[in-house]
């Protein structure tokens, strides 16, 4: 008999909630590799899967399917079903009569970086997209997760909420499943509170020279700054994986964070020599580094995972996902990432500013910022930032880099237009309000709502600032804080020399890795790989280089042998004389009472 219409939408919408379950087990795990079980609703006859071919947060295919391996399909009593590959990350299933397939197939993980996914004999810290498929169009299904662990592992945890069985975990759609990592070993998990909220710091790889409990308070420290600004906490639960491996760098997440860090950085706590001139943060990993790195990924929960351009949702998992906004959602996320810090009481004012400063001196010296607008290198994430070669810093920016600038000045001049009622933090919780969850801000509607902060028109800086490659003007900024650049010092004797050449000693050999536009060394026609063999005749060894240009006058012209591709030619260098511009910021010795006032507000807890 025929069910009524209403029959066959309760059938639908039920079936439509049946969970996507995947059993994950690490038979050999020192062979790096992973199986994973998948039961799918089938539904009709024919069935689609597919794998992401990038992960959130990362704005580069990553073709995840590449890593997968000895793919099966069967029904719930173990007949074999035939597929084909209908596409570089699809399978399509022929045969279905169940309502239910059988998936499997392992997956090889030796990628440990925060994009990746890892297993070996001592953990497995695992990444959504490159492991879990799902049917096409069942995005919004539940999804549950269950790891068999071996023997010697005893601990796993993730961002998603615990299932009924052990080391199992549940995530409500697709989009959760894929922005929730998953560890599973030993590590030592670190269990904080703040305002009622579990935070676990997961530090796998933590020795002698780091301190874990006292990590875990200064973590505890940047989370209740964090909930102060934005005004409370949106999760219940937020997960910090620690990878104490020697990687470096940070991914975001949903209720949790994958940060990479050296397994010596947080005992070391030692300032940065301040050497004159130099503007960037610490030389090696360090307690500053990390703490840093700790706080640019976890306001990324505000900032991007719940507060997002319009055009990152929904995501389409296998097709890059454009946005210009990346400046706002990593470069403002950078600005904010020290500015914490500070404001949690875990750096001084001078290494706050050293901060700042080497973000302004990264900006100043890329001759790229001369040719890309940083809308422009946010559209571009996708072929630029990701896969630079020898020649992008002529013709690109960081979005991060030129986008933490740009939020420093904004939020200049917010403060400065309301007489310091108001600052970017009170635009970016507005925005929150306004375009948080579901919801997105377009690029025009975030400068609406600034202009509106300030009670101020602030067009003509943002399309400066963001559309433009015009230089971005600090007279402000400096003048509202009461700070200055640090003049450079007076030098004795014959200026530096400025060849525009950087080099490195490759096995003896003094190889060119990088030419700057508008240098000598670029006009003069040298090439990156060639090797540089002698100067005026004199063998020069790549450890002599390039102090031995200080033989020389700024205006000299000089014979440099090379080699390139094993033929040996000269080429005339003229050299030039060196004129640095200082980026270090530091507050002005005669700086008024109003602007030490303004520095202080802007830089300690509100």
């Known amino acids: 008999m025929r069910l009524p219409a209403i029959a066959l939408l309760l059938i639908s919408a039920a079936f439509a909630q049946e969970p996507v379950r995947y059993t994950v087990r690490f038979p050999a795990p020192h062979t790096h590799y992973l199986e994973v079980s998948a039961s799918i609703p089938a539904g009709k006859p024919d069935v689609e899967i597919f794998m992401a071919v990038w992960t959130p947060g990362s704005y580069l295919v990553r073709e995840y399917a590449r890593n997968v391996e000895a793919f099966q399909a069967r029904d719930p009593q173990g007949r074999e079903l035939t597929w084909e590959k209908s596409r570089k990350n699809r ?87 894929l922005d929730s990592p998953i560890y599973a070993g030993n590590a030592p998990i670190h269990e904080f509170e703040v305002e009622g909220r579990k935070h676990y710091l997961v530090n796998e790889g933590e020795g002698p020279t780091w301190d874990g409990p006292a990590s875990a308070r200064d973590v505890a420290k940047i989370v209740a700054e964090y909930s102060r600004q934005w005004g409370g906490l949106p999760y219940e639960k937020y997960v910090f994986f620690n990878m104490l491996t020697g990687g470096g760098g940070g991914l975001e997440h949903q209720n949790s964070t994958w940060l990479g860090a050296s397994p010596w950085a947080y005992g070391n706590n030692q300032e940065t020599p301040d050497t004159p001139g130099a503007a960037a943060g610490p030389r090696r990993p360090s307690r500053q580094s990390w703490l840093g790195l700790v ?3 976890y306001i990324h929960l505000w900032n991007v995972k719940r507060l997002r351009p319009a055009e990152l949702g929904p995501f389409d998992y296998e097709n890059e996902n454009y946005t210009r906004s990346l400046w706002l959602a990593e470069g403002v996320t950078s600005y904010y990432g020290p500015l914490a810090v500070r404001r949690a009481g875990l750096s001084s004012q001078t290494q706050f500013l050293r901060s700042l400063s080497g973000g302004i001196a990264q900006l ?76 997105g801000y377009t690029p025009q509607q975030f400068r609406d709502l600034c202009n509106e902060v300030a009670g101020a028109d602030f067009s003509a800086f943002f399309h400066n600032a963001l559309e433009t490659t015009e230089e971005l003007d600090y007279t402000e900024m400096l003048d509202y804080y009461g700070l200055r650049f640090r003049p450079e010092p007076a030098r004795s004797g014959e200026p530096r020399l400025l060849t525009g050449i950087t080099a490195a000693n490759s096995t003896g050999r003094n190889v060119i890795t990088g030419l700057r536009r508008g240098t000598p060394a670029y006009d003069a026609g040298f090439n990156v790989d060639d090797e540089i063999i002698a100067v005026n005749g004199y063998r020069v060894r790549a450890e002599q280089w390039p102090s031995h240009l200080e033989n020389y006058k700024p205006g000299a012209t000089v014979q440099v042998l090379i080699a390139r591709r094993d033929k040996l030619m000269t080429i005339p260098l003229t050299l030039a004389a060196d004129q640095p511009q200082s980026w270090t910021l530091e507050p002005k010795p005669d700086a008024t009472a109003e602007q030490k006032a303004h520095l202080a507000a802007w830089t300690r807890a509100q």
Do not use: C
Request: net charge positive; no cysteine; charged share 20%.
């Open 295 to 297: 706080s640019h990924e």
């Open 364 to 439: 100043q010296t890329t001759p790229g910022r001369l040719v890309t607008p940083v809308e422009s290198a946010s559209y571009n994430a996708w072929i630029g930032l990701y896969r630079p070669n020898e020649n992008t810093p002529n013709v690109y920016i960081s979005y991060y880099t030129k986008g933490s600038v740009v939020g420093l000045l904004l939020d200049a001049k917010i403060r400065k237009a309301t007489a310091g009622a108001k600052s970017l933090d009170d635009a970016m919780r507005l925005a929150y309000q306004r375009y948080g969850g579901a919801k």
């Open 91 to 177: 399978w399509l299933i022929h045969g279905a009569t169940s309502p239910r397939i059988e998936v499997s197939y392992r997956v090889y993980a030796r990628e440990l970086s925060v994009q990746g996914n890892f297993v070996d004999a001592s953990f497995a810290m695992l990444n959504g997209a490159p492991n879990f498929m799902t049917l096409v169009g069942a995005e919004k299904r539940p999804y549950e997760v269950t790891l068999l662990l071996p023997g010697a592992w005893k601990k796993s945890i993730s961002g998603m909420p615990e299932g009924s069985a052990p080391h199992t975990y549940r995530a409500a759609d697709f989009d959760q499943l």
